[in-house]
């Protein structure tokens, strides 16, 4: 069966299509209309996914040589995400549903993302945990089906994209940062000692995540040191901040674990494409740690149609229900 996914919750424009559980085609569109702002303007978001996510839909439908009417399901997601920016997409959605008449399912955002891992992954068994880490999200899944996702701990403030995207704009990158920190903090030598940057602990019980005091204690450190230095130490500053934000994930994931006794764990979303993320996890959890190619831990348009066609073959369709703050 062919699925069409499309994305529209926040920056990215996405869509792409299926066969069954393989990648036919996949395009997104990051929007940089937002790089000058330092962040995601609602109203620009909205604006950009409608002049885009036709064209989008017809790219992968002319990659793939598929006309509308060769689609068997449209997936799309409608929670949780910018309420501007979902419409669109839930809108072009049901435009095609009313137009040609094939099913429609809603996807939340994060089970998409937690969808990804089937892509490259088609075996991976259950339960396992997922790392959710994104510009809007970081959380602990327990994952043990469709519909069968149980949260066992989240950032109690900022997710860890933010704080990448917040620090990177502190330090004059454009937006989003994440990869351009990564890149930096790879031209510091591996024998330069840098800064140390605290992170935050929560009660030794918990499993959720804090990124906000990281975020201010870099503030205060380039506050505090000033610009000159800010610039001739960039890559030493980037590397102590990821490497502060990487033991973070990893910590509250070897916890997970344990408490779980669940080995696999499957890395996805923005922040899991961070190449330090993916060896210091592998280092500390083995290689039952998995996770999808880069394209598909950013936002886009095959994790959504994963997601959607694996409900659809169990019978678990769902309408789409616009719902902003949609949880998991
Ligand atoms: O999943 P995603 O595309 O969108 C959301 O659902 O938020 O994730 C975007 C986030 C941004 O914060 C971006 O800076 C971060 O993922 N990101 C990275 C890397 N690539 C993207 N963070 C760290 N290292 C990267 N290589
Ligand atoms: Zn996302």
């Known amino acids: 069966m062919i699925t069409l996914g499309i994305e529209t919750s926040c920056d990215e424009t996405a869509a792409a299509l299926l066969e069954d559980s393989r990648i036919l085609a996949n395009a997104v569109y990051s929007q940089i209309e937002h790089g000058m702002f330092g962040g995601v303007v609602p109203e620009i978001a909205s604006r950009a ?23 068997g399901l449209v997936a799309v997601t409608d929670s949780p995400g910018l309420a501007g920016a979902l419409l669109v997409g839930v809108s072009f959605a049901l435009g095609l549903h009313v137009r040609y008449g094939m099913p429609v399912i809603g996807v939340n955002h994060l089970e998409g993302h937690i969808s990804a891992i089937y892509l490259s992954r088609p075996d991976i068994e259950t339960p396992f945990l997922a790392l959710v880490v994104s510009g809007g999200h970081t959380a602990i899944y327990r994952v043990d089906g469709v519909e069968k996702y149980a949260c066992l701990g989240r950032t109690v403030d900022d997710a860890a994209g933010e704080a990448f995207d917040k620090v990177g704009k502190m330090l004059g990158f454009s937006y989003p940062a994440g990869r351009a920190i990564e890149e930096e903090a790879r031209r510091a030598a591996a024998t330069d000692n840098g800064p140390s940057f605290p992170m935050a602990r929560l009660s030794s019980s918990s499993l959720d995540f804090s990124f906000s005091g990281l975020k201010t204690a870099v503030k205060y450190f380039l506050a505090e040191k000033g610009a000159a230095f800010a610039r001739d130490n960039r890559p030493l500053i980037c590397k102590a901040f990821q490497e502060a934000a990487v033991i973070a994930l990893v910590n509250n994931c070897a916890a997970a674990s344990e408490a779980s006794g669940i080995r696999r764990i499957a890395l996805v979303g923005g922040v899991a494409s961070n190449t330090r993320l993916r060896e210091a996890m592998r280092q500390r959890l083995g290689d039952m740690v998995y996770f999808p190619p880069p394209t598909l831990c950013v936002d886009n348009g095959a994790m959504i149609a994963c997601a959607g066609y694996r409900r659809f073959k169990l019978g678990l369709t769902r309408f789409p229900h616009m719902d902003p703050g949609g949880a998991l």
């Not at 996914?49 to 689609?71: I, N, Y």
């Open 49 to 71: 996914h409608l002049e885009k996510v036709d064209r989008l839909a017809a790219a992968v439908m002319k990659d793939a040589s598929l006309a509308p009417r060769d689609l």
